[in-house]
């Protein structure tokens, strides 16, 4: 074979192989670039999914199925039983705040109209003066600290939630080292709560 033969020869095999090298970097920067974009739109939703504002919120207690539901933003109590499937009959509806506003991570419990007259009704009375059962903050649930006059279902979530930070309460006066529990609402609940 002729010298001119084997370059020509050799200059095709080099032509054939810069060729395949050139169509393989365009396949990888094909690939690179759908990649690219699927991860961009991946992105986007779970940008748009943050955005969503949407909150998670356990219900227990009287309703027809408890558990935890995913909620919009500003929903209220009502919406989060509704969710659940409403009321059992032996609810105690009119004990809840119906209205207020949900925050994440918040517990909506239901209590029953059983539990609400054991902690509602006087313990007994003694020369005209009611004598009222004491409700105990180190092992009160929210829907018992809510029977306390001042307590509505945020500031009974604050005092478990600082229970469960700090541990129980040592004293009474350390109520007041919770946010919007001051002097004022203080004085209102002192005589009905108990540490032991």
Same mark, same amino acid.
């Given at each position: ?30 690939? $690179? ?7 961009? +739109? !991946?992105?986007?939703?779970? %940008? &748009? ?5 949407? /909150? ?57 109209? $059983? ?7 006087? +313990? !007994?009375?003694?020369?005209? %003066? &009611? ?5 105990? /903050? ?59």
């Amino acid at each position: 074979m002729s010298n001119i033969k084997k370059i020509s020869m050799l200059m095709g095999m080099m032509l054939c192989l810069l060729m395949a090298c050139t169509r393989a970097s365009e396949q990888i920067i094909i690939v $690179e670039k759908e990649t690219l974009e699927e991860a961009i +739109e !991946e992105s986007t939703l779970l %940008e &748009e999914s943050r955005n969503e504002a949407v /909150i998670f919120v356990e219900v227990c207690g009287m309703v027809m199925n408890p558990g935890v539901y995913r909620l919009e933003f500003g929903a209220r109590v009502f919406q989060a039983i509704e969710a659940a499937g409403g009321y059992l009959e032996e609810a105690a509806a009119g004990y809840v705040n119906q209205a207020a506003i949900l925050a994440d991570g918040q517990q909506v419990r239901v209590p029953s109209k $059983e539990e609400v007259e054991v902690f509602m009704l006087p +313990e !007994e009375t003694v020369a005209g %003066e &009611e004598k009222v059962q004491l409700v105990n /903050i180190n092992t009160a649930d929210e829907s018992q600290l809510m029977t306390l006059p001042g307590i509505g279902q945020v500031k009974a979530g604050w005092i478990v939630e600082y229970r469960n930070t700090n541990g129980n309460f040592n004293s009474i006066e350390e109520l007041k080292n919770i946010e919007g529990i001051k002097d004022g609402v203080y004085n209102k609940l002192k005589d009905r709560i108990s540490i032991n």
